[in-house]
């Protein structure tokens, strides 16, 4: 049964490394993906998933933009808005 799940394993480990290996040759081949890595915290998946969601870019003009695009608010995108909290918190009287 062990020896079963191991080949499985190995399987899927062999499965990922192939599709990764794909991710990477297609991000070294597009601009707009390598000029995303080039952002703290992008690494080639994240400039991927974003190239493939955004498409064309231009459309969005500012950084503002695009955070409204994603659907984040004002404050969210603010690093000096206090956090508000999603709920309110009823205290036992």
């Known amino acids: 049964?062990?020896?079963?799940?191991?080949?499985?394993?190995?399987?899927?480990?062999?499965?990922?490394?192939?599709?990764?290996?794909?991710?990477?040759?297609?991000?070294?081949?597009?601009?707009?993906?390598?000029?995303?890595?080039?952002?703290?915290?992008?690494?080639p998946i994240t400039a991927n998933a974003l190239v493939a969601?955004?498409?064309d870019p231009s459309h969005l003009g500012l950084g503002r933009q695009f955070a409204a695009w994603l659907g984040m608010q004002s404050n969210q995108v603010a690093a000096s808005a206090p956090a508000q909290p999603s709920c309110k918190l009823r205290t036992r009287s």
């Open 1 to 43: 049964m062990l020896g079963i799940l191991a080949a499985q394993l190995r399987a899927v480990g062999e499965c990922v490394d192939e599709v990764e290996a794909k991710l990477l040759a297609w991000h070294r081949a597009d601009e707009t993906s390598s000029r995303l890595q080039a952002v703290p915290s992008i690494g």
């Open 53 to 55: 969601i955004v498409g």
